[in-house]
Every structure is written in C-alpha cells, then in structure tokens.
C-alpha cells in the first residue's frame, strides 16, 4: 500500500496568518492527491483534488502545490471558519490510503 | 442537487450482525463507484472500500477485506456496509462517499454512527 505522511499533526496560528501542511508519498502517485478539511462533528469536503485544483465554491485563499512525491496544501490567510482537521488522500492505487490529519486551531 | 442520506446510529452487542445503508439521489446511481471510510473515535480517516453499482464490481482495502461486506443496490439506488458478527473494535462513524470518474470522494454522506459494547 501506499502510505502517506502528513505534517504537522497539529498547529496553531493566528488569524490572518499563512499556514502550510504536507503530505509525502511513499512511492510516486502523480498527481493523485486530494485534501479534505473535515470540521468538528461533520463529514469531510473535498477542497483540492487532483494536487492542485481548487473545488467550485472554495475559497481562493486555499491551494494545492506538489513536488515529486511531497505534496503542499497552503490557507493563505487563516480565517475562523477554517478551523478544522485537514487530510491528504492518495488515489494513485488501490487501496486509496489518507494521512493522519492536522488539526488546526486559532492562536 | 446530489446527496447521500444514510442510515441512523446503531447500539449493538458483541457478536451481533449489521447492515447500514446509504441512500443516493440527484446523479446516475449506477455509474459512480460508491465506498466507505471509518472514522474511530478521535482519530483519522481510513479507507475501506469501493462498489460500482451498476455490475457491482467491489474492491476492498487490505486492512478491512473479510471483516465487512460492501454491497449496492442500484433499482433503489442504496449502498450498504455489512458486518457478519460486530466487535468492539468495530465502534466508529461510517461515512460513505461517491467517487468522481477522476477518484475524488466530492460528495459524503452525514455518517453513521456504530457502537459496539456489551
């Protein structure tokens, strides 16, 4: 299986700042990579597949970058409303395969 | 407007069986793989598997082959998730998800919510 490596596992920031989160893949997968931000008590929603294609709806101030086999998802500029859990997800073989999430809270 | 309802919580006992579905509407029900992901308390998201409704087609992650059962009916347009005797273990929320062509999960049911005590 493919195995993803996310980090960090948590972090805490202030509104307004920009926040970064990685995923590196075990082997290549592409650009089969997608981000989810799951919010407390909630089911996940796809903001990035595919690397870097930002979903209808999200907003601009999240994006998606890969190099190789490590994988950035980028906030901007942090809001409230972001605060959330974040998940890369590979779809590059079966069995798709996510990281362990970070959490991200407002300082 | 797409969306998949699932079923409500479940309370059962060690050993017991379970089959919670998923509702789809607003799309081709047939033609979109359809799986499911568990989430355990306080922790992260794990895939277990695929169905394609329309030939019914199942793939299973590893971790989760032999312990569930991934099954679809497309006349209803309903998707289910089975377990033949329940542990522990098995306590977590169960979110189902459509696959796009293009393998992105965009769109998710609310979850159900499986406990398992005795």
């Known amino acids: 299986d493919i195995q993803m490596t996310q980090s960090p596992s948590s972090l805490s920031a202030s509104v307004g700042d920009r926040v970064t989160i990685t995923c590196q893949a075990s082997?290549?997968?592409?650009?089969?990579l997608n981000w989810y931000q799951q919010k407390a008590g909630k089911a996940p929603k796809l903001l990035i597949s595919?690397?870097?294609n930002l979903r209808t709806g999200v907003p601009s101030r999240f994006s998606g970058s890969r190099s190789g086999t490590d994988f950035t998802f980028t906030i901007s500029s942090l809001q409230p409303e972001d605060i959330a859990t974040y998940y890369c997800?590979?779809?590059?073989?079966?069995?798709?395969?996510f990281g362990q999430g970070t959490k991200v809270e407002i300082k | 407007e797409v969306l998949l309802v699932q079923s409500g919580a479940e309370v059962k006992k060690p050993g017991e069986s379970l089959k919670i579905s998923c509702k789809a509407s607003?799309?081709?029900?047939?033609?979109?793989?359809i799986g499911w992901v568990r989430q355990m308390p306080g922790k992260g998201l794990e895939w277990m598997g695929i169905?394609?409704?329309?030939?019914?087609?199942?793939r299973y992650s590893p971790s989760f082959q032999g312990q569930v059962t991934i099954s679809a009916d497309k006349s209803i347009g309903t998707a289910y998730l089975q377990w033949p005797s329940l542990k522990a273990s098995d306590t977590a929320m169960y979110y189902c998800?459509?696959?796009?062509?293009?393998?992105?999960?965009?769109?998710w049911g609310q979850g159900t919510l499986v406990t398992v005590s005795s």
């Open positions: 998800a459509r696959h796009e062509s293009s393998w992105n999960l965009d769109y």
């Open positions: 169905i394609y409704p329309g030939d019914s087609d199942t």
């Open positions: 997800q590979h779809h590059g073989s079966l069995p798709w395969t």
């Open positions: 595919d690397a870097s």
């Open positions: 082997q290549a997968i592409s650009n089969y």
């Open positions: 607003g799309y081709g029900f047939a033609t979109y793989w």
